[in-house]
């Protein structure tokens, strides 16, 4: 490939992308704002999903690790190689097992996190929204501050 070649395919790739960053692309008809919307049921259920495989991922992956690492022993004592590439393959499924473990888990906390500082964040919102008096702003009343 020439360098003007790598340009033309450079400039071909180029064209018409752009990346978006907290960003959607807005739908037809909508308001094309293109802001992410996520409704606090949706978070729930993903917390629980990413829960429940946590629980689901830890039976399952321990079902055979005794049986393994007893086998991988056995072998050893025999004087077979095959006991310590088994024991190196019970030590690297253990550690991809926990590492897969704590990102279910480090999923369902933040989700849950979020749902409950979302939460504090909209009282938050709601009380401060007062007016001099500390009488509540009515909805036209905010809605004349974002025209």
Request: proline share 1%; glycine share 8%; hydrophobic share 35%.
């Amino acid at each position: 490939m020439t360098w003007d070649e790598w340009e033309q395919a450079k400039a071909r790739a180029q064209q018409g992308t752009a990346m978006q960053l907290n960003e959607v692309a807005p739908e037809r008809g909508g308001s094309g704002d293109g802001d992410m919307v996520v409704h606090d049921n949706v978070l729930g259920a993903l917390g629980n999903a990413a829960h429940t495989l946590r629980q689901h991922f830890s039976t399952a992956s321990d079902h055979a690790r005794q049986n393994t690492f007893d086998a991988s022993i056995q072998l050893f004592n025999d004087g077979l190689d095959m006991g310590s590439a088994l024991t190196e393959l019970h030590d690297a499924w253990n550690t991809k097992a926990g590492t897969l473990k704590e990102a279910c888990a480090h999923i369902s906390n933040h989700l849950d996190y979020s749902r409950a500082q979302h939460a504090k964040d909209a009282v938050k919102i709601a009380t401060d929204m007062r007016t001099v008096g500390g009488d509540e702003l009515s909805v036209s009343r905010i809605h004349d501050y974002y025209k």
